[in-house]
DNA sequence: AAATCTATGTCAGAATGCTTACATGAGTCA
DNA sequence: TGACTCATGTAAGCATTCTGACATAGATTT
């Protein structure tokens, strides 16, 4: 029955992400992946698309789309091994910050019925859960 | 951060479903859909792709797969409206039995670390997310 | 009764993401 | 040094799911 609740508020709130993200022309993949080369700069693409839980082929052609935007740069040739170092560009970064702050807003939205107490609370059991699954395999 | 629990979580947990849902030659959104079949039987089309979160077309398309198999039968014409009452055979009944057998496992697996307050708590916490995000338009 | 609205099933096409496969660069070990 | 292992990037094909569109059956409205 949780993984049906899980399933439900992952469909709600992704819903809510596009929509919302639908009016920056980001769909919400492409989001989370502007985000994550926020927090990791010169992350490569597989590095990506284990943080986005998406194969690195997927995170490949996400990729070249922003990088066909102007959003992200990936330079031709690697300095050393292959991996290819992305950054956010200046006009990445900008629809970043309009993309980030739409998104905040979501999820105030779906925790706005919880205090802070409980929220410490979910965020802190959901990692259980997180563990419990991933133990055995990282 | 809780949107990326929420997404890492499912995506952990859809990939231990598909892996043990593989050795029964089942998909993850084909069990959810016998699952709601054992729950609802002679269901819609329509009324299975609302309770999977799927659009009508994607059920119809999952269902054309598990009538081939003979896991579930429907009326070629509808009585009444168009809506087709779709039930679980025989075969579909105990293919369903083993599979839920396994995704009870990897449910329990997922809430091991938590006593059953924390469990409770977490299944109220979820609700009332759901309820913020599709408070007016539901 | 006629028109309109709503819900359903279905088709066609596009978008998305995955699986399989291959080539390359770097580290490890005999 | 040479063989092996591992991680990375990339390409091709397939599976899944969505969007858009259309026809039909029943309910509602006029």
Redesign the interface.
Known sequence: ?????????????RS??DESLRELGLSTPQY?CLEQLRRRPGASNSELARRG?VTRQTMNTLLRGLQDRGLVTRPEKAETGRALPTTLTDAGGQLLDRAAER?AR??E??????DSA??E???G??????????EGEG
Chains 1, 2 share one sequence.
């Open positions: 029955m949780l993984g049906y609740q899980l399933k439900h508020l992952q469909s709600a709130l809510r992400m989370v839980f998104i979501i999820q939205r779906m925790i706005s019925r919880l409980q929220r609370r979910l965020a059991d959901l990692e259980l859960c997180i563990a419990a699954l991933e």
